[in-house]
């Protein structure tokens, strides 16, 4: 009977949920408004990490800078400090390094692919209620732009002063009132959609049928110019390099490299804080290695000869902050889009846990996170609290001045505290997770609860050959410190006195829909 009236209120996520969470002793989360998501008070962090910012403006006469480094498509496990590096052929040491000398977060999550991440990063707010939910394709168009109601944390930095800039991959949109320097950053230069939507006009070996079909590639090159763009904001974007080789595919990460060493460079001269979003092309398929690199991985492999390049580019522009001399006034925050993908193979990457790129598992969703700021951030501290790169954007915005959006719902928390006081503690009570526009599993504490799950009957094919379906009478349950691969549900055995907690997170969290309803673009799949 438990169970059958949990499933009920799982179901409906009516007012039993807010009133269970708003009551309930277990949950340290408290609402301050109806469009902003509950957060943990942590009021004695919160205090001091005032204090200290206030001393940092006083003295540089600025808000500080914010740089996030965001990897495509690598996993938790490869950089060495999260236990890959020289141990699966591919050394990290400047990675490594940011992590011992900042914060280590080993519960960051993300969503299951690229394009619903960056909205999430970009908005606080989760795809299902931006309408960006899943990657689009080669020539695909949405037919409502998420763009017309949506704020950017660029966009409310610059309001606040901001230099804005992204360098590398979007994937929110190609139209031109989609594009980044049309909704809020100052400068773009990158490529607008994924690296593979590129190589499968060059790479013969992957794509035979494509490429030695006339017709096909012709019906191609109407609906795709695969090149590296450039724009300011308010104008329209214009070829950098064409991407018409493999050879210059295999170089854009340079390109993007050496475009962010000079926008810092820029904003250093002109003495204005910065928001800089560097978006790796890295280390998503299919992987050519730059010249520079070709075989220097000790595994001698394209997908590892990209996470040392990536780990040099890190590398190069921890260098540039301090040769301009503000590293000890920028944020950097190191994290990846995705898990792995393991339907790539060999040019996938790599995590410990379950599941890939694509599912809501732990080895989907949960990748690497640093923060690093000399001075600010405490060195080697390491941390499992909660934190979703959704929290990217109230922390940027509300750290640079900027005021959130009050008329929409902001699934973010701000999470400047946790990050910066030497004790910190997470002001995230809970992960929730989805499938496109489907609420799959939610992570409370150290706890996983699922109640769609994928399953993958091709090791592996996690994109490819996996289908989602909802659990039995009880949802499946995992303690991730005792089994973080998440191999035996313990749900009715040892977690009952947690359920009533996810039901009132999960009640309250789905209620938010009815004012604040989800968006579809047109990317629903036609047997939804």
Not at 210 to 235: C, D, T, W, Y
């Amino acid at each position: 009977m438990r169970f059958q009236l949990f499933a009920a209120a799982l179901a409906l996520g009516l007012g039993l949920g807010g009133a269970a969470h708003a009551q309930d002793p277990f949950i340290a989360a408290r609402a301050v408004s109806e469009t902003f998501e509950p957060a943990r008070p942590n009021a004695d962090q919160q205090a001091s990490v005032v204090k200290r910012l206030k001393a940092l403006e006083a003295r540089t006469g600025r808000k500080p800078n914010i740089l996030i480094l965001l990897v495509d498509d690598m996993g938790w496990g490869d950089p060495g400090a999260f236990g890959g590096g020289t141990a699966i052929g591919a050394p990290t040491p400047a990675i490594d390094r940011i992590a011992r000398e900042g914060l280590k977060l080993t519960s960051t999550y993300a969503q299951p692919t690229c394009t619903p991440t960056r909205a999430a990063l970009m908005t606080g707010r989760l795809p299902a209620r931006t309408g960006l939910t899943r990657p689009t394709l080669t020539g695909e168009r949405v037919l409502v732009s998420p763009w017309a109601n949506e704020k950017t944390a660029a966009a409310l930095l610059g309001e606040a002063g901001y230099m804005t800039a992204l360098s590398g991959k979007w994937h929110l949109g190609e139209a031109e009132s989609d594009q980044p320097q049309q909704v809020g950053y100052d400068e773009y230069f990158g490529i607008f959609s994924a690296l593979a939507e590129y190589t499968q006009a060059l790479d013969e070996r992957r794509y035979p049928e494509l490429i030695f079909n006339a017709e096909r590639m012709a019906a191609l090159r109407q609906l795709s110019h695969p090149a590296v763009m450039a724009a300011r904001k308010g104008e329209k974007a214009t070829v950098a390099t064409e991407l018409d080789s493999l050879e210059k595919v295999a170089e854009i990460d340079q390109q993007f490299a050496a475009y962010s060493e000079d926008f810092i460079h820029r904003a250093a001269k002109a003495r204005k804080p910065f928001y800089l979003v560097h978006s790796f092309s890295r280390v998503h398929n299919d992987n050519f290695s730059a010249k520079d690199f070709k075989g220097k991985s000790p595994a001698a492999n394209p997908y590892k000869d990209a996470v040392i390049e990536v780990d040099a580019i890190v590398e190069r522009l921890m260098k540039k902050l301090k040769d301009e001399g503000v590293a000890d006034n920028t944020l950097v925050f190191f994290t990846s889009d995705n898990g792995a993908n393991e339907d790539a193979g060999s040019d996938g990457g790599f995590q410990p846990w379950r599941g890939g790129k694509g599912t809501t598992w732990e080895g989907g969703v949960r990748v690497p996170g640093i923060a690093y700021w000399p001075g600010m951030i405490k060195g080697g501290r390491e941390s499992d609290g909660l934190f979703d790169l959704l929290d990217l954007f109230n922390t940027s915005v509300l750290l640079g001045g900027g005021k959130l959006p009050d008329d929409r719902y902001i699934d973010g928390v701000d999470q400047t505290s946790f990050l910066l006081a030497d004790n910190g503690r997470s002001n995230r009570e809970a992960v929730f997770m989805y499938s496109e526009r489907s609420l799959t599993a939610i992570r409370w504490e150290e706890f996983k609860i699922h109640f769609k799950v994928f399953q993958t009957p091709v090791p592996g094919s996690n994109i490819d050959e996996s289908t989602l379906v909802s659990t039995g009478l009880s949802p499946w349950v995992y303690n991730l410190y005792l089994d973080p691969k998440e191999q035996k549900s313990v749900g009715h055995r040892t977690f009952e006195w947690g359920l009533p907690r996810v039901v009132g997170l999960v009640g309250r969290h789905m209620a938010t829909y009815r004012k604040y309803p989800m968006k579809e673009l047109g990317l629903a799949k036609p047997v939804q």
